[in-house]
C-alpha cells in the first residue's frame, strides 16, 4: 500500500513541469538603451556626430554599413546612449561621408589633443 502511494506521488511529480518564474519586460518608456535619432540631412548629422564625438571620445564609436543590393550607405556614430544614423545612395553624398569618417579616424589616432575641431576648411 505504501508502495502504490509513493509510486503515484513519483509520478505526480515526474510529470509535473516546473517552470521557472520570468520577470516581466518593464514598459517601452523604462527600458534602458539608445536613442536612435535618423537625419535626412547630412550637414545635421556631421555637426550632431562630431559634437557627440568631441563630448567623450572614448565611448564613441563608428560604423560604415554598404548593401549592395540597394546601393546605399549608411554610417552610424554611438555612444551607447545616443546613436546618430544617417543613409544615402546618392554619389555625392558618400563622398561627403568619406570625407567625414577620414576625418574621425584621423582625430582617433592622433597623438595630440582631441579638442581640436573636426572643421578645418
Not at 519586460?25 to 557627440?52: C, D, H, N, V
Amino acid at each position: 500500500m505504501l508502495g502504490e502511494a509513493l509510486g503515484g506521488l513519483v509520478s505526480w511529480w515526474v510529470g509535473r513541469v516546473v517552470r521557472p518564474r520570468v520577470p516581466a519586460l518593464p514598459p517601452l518608456a523604462f527600458r534602458r538603451g539608445p536613442t536612435m535619432l535618423q537625419y535626412q540631412t547630412w550637414e545635421e548629422f556631421s555637426r550632431a556626430a562630431e559634437k557627440l564625438y568631441l563630448a567623450d571620445p572614448m565611448k564613441a564609436r563608428v560604423v560604415l554599413k554598404y548593401r549592395h543590393s540597394d546601393g546605399s550607405l549608411c554610417i552610424k556614430v554611438t555612444d551607447d546612449l545616443v546613436c546618430l544614423v544617417y543613409g544615402t545612395d546618392q554619389a555625392q553624398d558618400v563622398k561627403k561621408i568619406e570625407k567625414f569618417h577620414s576625418q574621425l579616424m584621423r582625430l582617433m589616432v592622433a597623438k595630440e589633443s582631441r579638442s581640436v575641431a573636426m572643421e578645418t576648411d
